[in-house]
């Protein structure tokens, strides 16, 4: 069930507080860059503020991120006088979305940066929502890390079991776990995903007890919680910045503002993971370019007739590529026009 994080070797100890979970992708940057002693991992962002943290035992610092595309959980270079980040190392995963803001649709928006674990939260006190679980997978597979759905307010059911099961229909090979962070049921199972000294992001709609999570994961008062409305169970942003969790013993976890709106950005193979169940009965239709609609020998269509595939996971999946299809090509169309002005960003890649 924990994470799997390769360790890294006896001779870095020396060199570096690997308690902050460094990577073997940024331990090798920073060493080509002459192993300079201010490099440590961002633990938060504050309006174009990075707070780093150098080691365990050294005072934090807390600088300028001009010109950085900076994410909480990033491994970065601090210029010799402390002002701003030098650069960013390399990633070993990112959860990324496009930017919520309108004018900047082909924007992207790192959210956390080195996690292992993306636990995706959602509380058994509103519906299953399965739509919004197959945006959030597709994001998670996508991150390079590992996605694990997490059913909260445990305390506040009878009895979660249809809920987890709507879920796992649309999880495949994905853990789903139920968790209360008034009671503490579920919570030291979900602190061993951290094992390893690995790397936990929490992510949720606002009012799914992420906060309170956070406190019994912790085990102390981390995060300030607030009640939800009783009408609909929404709650207000008790998280207003990303920030880096120290979990007792070892591991990490980032705690993220509540995200609205799950907003795709481009797809390697991550609808590909996230509808696995509808791509292996791809696999078995008589033609490659088969639209699942009226064509003959459709393993998909089957399926759907025989109450082995809900038909809305299809339609999902479908809206999903288009969604990204469209979000490429304004990807595009931004990127021929940065390099007619000469002014496109370099990104670091996970």
């Known amino acids: ?15 570096r507080d690997l308690r902050l979970g460094w990577t073997h992708a940024a331990l090798a940057r920073w060493r080509e860059l002459g192993a300079p002693h201010a490099a440590g991992r961002v633990s938060r962002l504050d309006r174009g503020w990075s707070t780093v943290m150098v080691s365990m035992d050294e005072p934090l610092l807390r600088m300028r991120n001009i010109g950085a595309d900076v994410a909480v959980g990033d491994f970065v270079v601090v210029t010799d006088d402390g002002e701003k980040v030098q650069e960013v190392l390399p990633r070993r995963s990112a959860f990324v979305r496009r930017a919520s803001f309108e004018g900047n649709r082909a924007e992207a928006h790192t959210i956390a940066a080195n996690i292992d674990v993306v636990m995706l939260l959602h509380a058994l006190t509103s519906p299953p929502n399965q739509r919004r679980l197959e945006r959030e997978l597709v994001l998670a597979w996508d991150s390079g890390a590992r996605p694990v759905v997490v059913l909260t307010k445990t305390d506040l059911v009878d009895d979660p079991g249809p809920a987890v099961a709507s ?12 968790a209360s962070g008034i009671t503490g049921e579920g919570v030291e199972a979900l602190r061993q995903y951290a094992d390893g000294n690995a790397t936990i992001a929490l992510l949720g709609a606002s009012g799914v007890g992420k906060s309170t999570l956070l406190n ?28 880096l969790v120290r979990l007792p013993g070892n591991g990490w976890l980032i705690d ?22 509808v791509f292996e009965l791809m696999d078995h239709c ?56 000469g002014v496109r960003k370099v990104r670091p890649k996970p």
Do not use: Y
């Open 256 to 277: 993220t503002p509540g995200v609205r709106a799950v907003s795709l950005w481009s797809s390697g193979r991550g609808i590909e993971r996230a509808f696995a169940d």
């Open 167 to 178: 879920l796992q229909d649309v999880a495949p090979g994905v853990d789903v776990r139920v």
């Open 216 to 243: 019994s994961l912790v085990g102390h008062q981390r995060q300030v919680t607030a009640v939800v409305r009783e009408g609909d169970q929404r709650g207000r942003h008790t998280t207003t910045a990303s920030e």
């Open 286 to 341: 008589r033609f490659r370019d088969c639209k699942h609609e009226q064509e003959p020998e459709c393993a998909v269509s089957a399926a759907i007739e025989a109450g082995a595939l809900d038909p809305k996971r299809l339609e999902s999946m479908k809206r999903l590529v288009a969604e990204e299809a469209v979000l490429e090509e304004e990807q595009r169309a931004q990127e021929k026009a940065q390099d007619r002005r």
């Open 1 to 15: 069930m924990a994470a799997t994080v390769a360790p890294i070797a006896d001779d870095a100890v020396n060199e």
